[in-house]
């Protein structure tokens, strides 16, 4: 069965780091656009960051300079590294894995696979 699993999340002071991982089985995620995804309370689910197959790497503003997105093929995995996490970070984080368009694009619909999601929690 083709899936997509997170892990990684928890709760942390304010000024913390965290690293999520997704990990997908039944194919190989080297050869997909992943993309990390967030979804705070209340509010739609917004982009993150994104990697290609060829591990280009994009992110949104408000990650640059804090959050880092990178593959290990290894391990089939994408992970998220998050330091200097602040209380708007605090939401639930998804991957998605699909086409050359969820990179390029940064859009959600061009996503294949979706994890369950892993939340995160920033507070003192």
């Known amino acids: 069965q083709e899936q997509l699993v997170e892990s990684g999340g928890g709760l942390v002071q304010p000024g913390g780091s965290l690293r999520l991982s997704c990990v997908a089985s039944?194919?190989?995620?080297?050869?997909?656009?992943v993309g990390w995804f967030r979804q705070a309370p209340g509010k739609e689910r917004e982009g993150v960051a994104y990697i290609s197959a060829g591990n280009n790497v994009d992110y949104e503003d408000f990650a640059k300079g804090r959050f880092a997105i990178r593959r290990d093929s290894a391990s089939n995995e994408v992970y998220l590294q998050m330091n200097n996490l602040e209380p708007e970070d605090t939401a639930t984080y998804f991957c998605?894995?699909?086409?050359?368009?969820?990179?390029?694009?940064?859009?959600?619909?061009?996503?294949?696979?979706w994890g369950q999601g892993t939340q995160v929690t920033i507070s003192s």
């Open positions: 998605a894995a699909g086409g050359l368009l969820l990179f390029t694009d940064h859009s959600q619909d061009k996503a294949t696979y």
């Open positions: 039944g194919f190989r995620l080297e050869y997909y656009a």
